[in-house]
């Protein structure tokens, strides 16, 4: 079973950086050759995808936010990471991470989820 652990804060003010971290917490995949995906939730609307990082590192974002927006990984350490930048309360939601081994199927249906964080943007 695979298990994907997000970490980051849960509160974070307006106009603000968010840091996101989603980390493979079992030893039976290698991530190396897989995608990760980043989506996130608003509360009371669909889910969102918001970017990919293939395993080359490079990146794909969602149009809306790839102004404010960017993903990497460390595959040494089974790691993946989202920032975004000039924060305000319309990013309120939750957040998620996923990882698959097909760059469609990341965006749409991954395999493996996190169990999602909860970020608050409020002053």
């Known amino acids: 079973q695979v298990q994907l652990v997000e970490s980051g804060p849960g509160l974070v003010k307006p106009s603000q950086t968010l840091s996101l971290t989603c980390t493979v917490s079992t030893v039976d995949i290698t991530t190396a050759f897989h995608y990760w995906a980043w989506f996130r939730q608003p509360p009371g609307k669909g889910l969102e995808w918001i970017g990919s990082?293939?395993?080359?590192?490079?990146?794909a974002y969602t149009p809306s936010l790839k102004n404010r927006v960017s993903v990497s990984r460390d595959d040494a350490k089974k790691t993946a990471y989202l920032e975004m930048n000039s924060l305000t309360p319309e990013d309120t939601a939750v957040y998620y991470c996923?990882?698959?081994?097909?760059?469609?199927?990341?965006?749409?249906?991954?395999?493996?989820w996190g169990q999602g964080t909860q970020v608050t943007v409020s002053s």
């Open positions: 990082v293939l395993p080359s590192g490079s990146t």
């Open positions: 996923a990882v698959d081994k097909n760059y469609v199927k990341v965006r749409q249906d991954p395999e493996y």
